[in-house]
DNA sequence: CTATATTGTTACTCATGAGTAACTTAAACT
DNA sequence: AGTTTAAGTTACTCATGAGTAACAATATAG
């Protein structure tokens, strides 16, 4: 009787369908995955950690990867998905809120920052470069141009509008990434230093330099 | 009769003695090695370069590299002792110069960019990190904070003698060096940008940032 | 001119780690 | 409830590349 009213109370694609379907759970292992390998690369670098070490900390057996990434260097394009996403999302937000050029430039500093204290991302950051496979590697390069090309388009606005001083925008973005790419490989969140004096000091130097006048 | 004149007119250890001893033969060599297996580096990256690669480039064969260093590992190390040096003597000569904190460091700065051009500096730079060895990894790790010290301490000295604004100067040398190794990573003297032109937009951003005022 | 240390070679060993084949267990849709 | 598809396992192959042993040549010093 008991079973009776369960059965008629739920309905039966209620009761036996799980809460996630496949596809989600997929996306949920995936992203578990890229997660483990990429804190398993920013430890140890991409060439001294082997699938098995990645398998290790996911707690499965290497083949099992396979069934998620075609390959090891499958792991960096889609943790490079990944921050592309994240990055010319920020970049859309950072334009979509408008303002002068200058102004622009310091709120996707502000917002960069906050991204790289991402493992998924801080591996890309770290590895990119390492694309083996020349399709792969050329695809690497187009969306990382993409992304100095907005910064430096950004960069270029503010020197129209008179908030930024003349120079040469190719370069300030390749020196802004440079340095911005670089606190990725030691800054933790954890540490001493907080997110905020970091900002702080990256866009004081942006926007005064270090000299004293 | 003429080969007794030879033989009276030079001494006998003129005669038979070559122009460079073999200590020195060894270091001409060794630091060709160094150049050879630094410029793959640069390449293909550490990982991706066999000593066989190195030994092709150098036309030695892979056992005879090991006459000149220990294992792969020490090519990095041996890399690292001739940037040490580089970087070390370019520091010496910027305090030996004297004048105000911000006067050395674009002085620094300015030869920092010179010396980067260096296949060995660049090697040292991508691959300080990979050593494997904990005590070549210290080593490392002890050599690089002793340059960072120094160029915090020119900071600190401006900011104390007042011709460098009050500033984390811990911080400033680090984003500073992040700034500079990431030249190293694209720039070429062969390119159409030239060496001015960068150490110009160099210290422009470190002078006055890139707001305009 | 000869003995000896140096520089180099050929031909291996040996560990590692990416990728696969074949099989088992578990979940989910009808 | 039973069939199918997904998810995972064990047990391999196979290439690569670091490092070595044993032997060959070349140059230096006495």
Redesign the interface.
């Known amino acids: 009787m008991d079973k009776m009213n369960k059965k008629a109370n739920l309905s039966k694609a209620a009761l036996n369908r799980p809460v996630l379907n496949r596809e989600e759970k997929r996306q949920i292992k995936l992203d578990a995955i890229l997660r483990h390998a990429a804190a398993a690369f920013m430890d140890r ?4 950690t082997s699938l098995d070490d990645i398998a290790r900390r996911h707690k499965v057996t290497k083949p099992t990867l396979y069934y998620y990434v075609r390959n090891k260097e499958d792991i960096l394009v889609k943790c490079e998905e990944v921050a592309s996403l994240r990055i010319n999302g920020l970049l859309d937000e950072v334009v979509a809120t408008g303002g002068a050029g ?1 102004v622009q ?1 310091q709120n996707f500093i502000e917002g960069y920052v906050e991204i790289i204290t991402d493992d998924i991302i801080r591996c890309h950051i770290r590895h990119r ?2 694309r ?1 496979d020349p399709i792969a590697r050329d695809a690497s390069l187009k969306m990382h141009r993409g992304i100095e090309h907005r910064v430096r388009e950004i ?1 270029g606005k ?1 020197v129209e509008d ?7 925008p190719t ?2 973005a ?2 802004l ?7 990725s ?2 800054y933790r969140d954890e540490g001493g ?1 907080s997110h905020e ?2 900002v702080d ?2 866009l ?10």
Request: aromatic letters at 10%; glycine letters at 14%.
């Open positions: 670098g991409y060439y001294k200058f430039l470069g390492q083996e960069i503010g008179g908030s930024v001083r003349p120079c040469n370069i300030i390749i020196l990434f440079d340095a911005l790419n670089g606190i490989a030691w230093l004096e970091l000091q990256v004081l130097i942006v926007t005064q330099g270090v000299r004293n006048n």
